[in-house]
């Protein structure tokens, strides 16, 4: 933690903690105190190499510096519940920022499978069964529909951000739990519509492509 960060009795306790998940740019927490949120902060490594001194100059000079990403997905977050509400059961549901002796945390709802435990990602669905059912197949068409059909900017989807989670009423459901957002320099997307869909298209070709050659290499 740097000096300029309040440390008060506040601030969460997580670097003597195991997190339950290390995605590329965040560690996903427990949260310590709410058994139904996750607390995500940025690595270190990821931090330093995007932002660090060897960065680039924009990056280097971003108002919000490492907390960037927050803010992109933050942003896209109030998009949906503006604009496309259909499409928040669909999305990780944002709760607020947390202080940790990491850094600023994402404080997000957990999506849980019926287990109660994290529910599990597209990619280790394909990874124990192969391929998906007809039932999980239709289920992901309709959020990938949702996520389409709406004006929310998706720059990262891939079967490690989708996960399948259970609703308060036991039914499944694919939540995407993180790539929201634009973060390039020139911002099309938020500007045109058309070119927002047409990028989500491509997205959604060429994760159900991904889809396709994992259940193919398994028939192999
Ligand atoms: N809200 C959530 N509910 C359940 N599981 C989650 C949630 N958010 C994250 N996870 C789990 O943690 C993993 C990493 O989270 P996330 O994708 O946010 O990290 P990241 O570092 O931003 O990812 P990337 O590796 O794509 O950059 C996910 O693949 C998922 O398994
Ligand atoms: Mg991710």
Known sequence: MNEREPVAESVIRLQAVKPLSRGHQRLVFQHPLQTDLLIKVLRAEYVQDKYGSGSSFHNRHRRCREYQPFLVEFREYLVACA???QCLPYLQEIVGLVWTDLGLGLAVRKVTGRDGALAPSLNRILRLHGALDSRRK????????????SDVII???????????VDALGAERFVLIDGIGSSTLVPIKPLSALANRWSKRRRIARLRAGIQAKEQALVK
């Open 83 to 85: 604009r496309a509400p």
């Open 155 to 165: 720059d990262d989807l891939n079967d490690c951000n989708l996960v399948l989670g």
């Open 138 to 149: 239709h289920l992901l068409d309709e959020c990938l529909h949702h996520l389409e059909c």
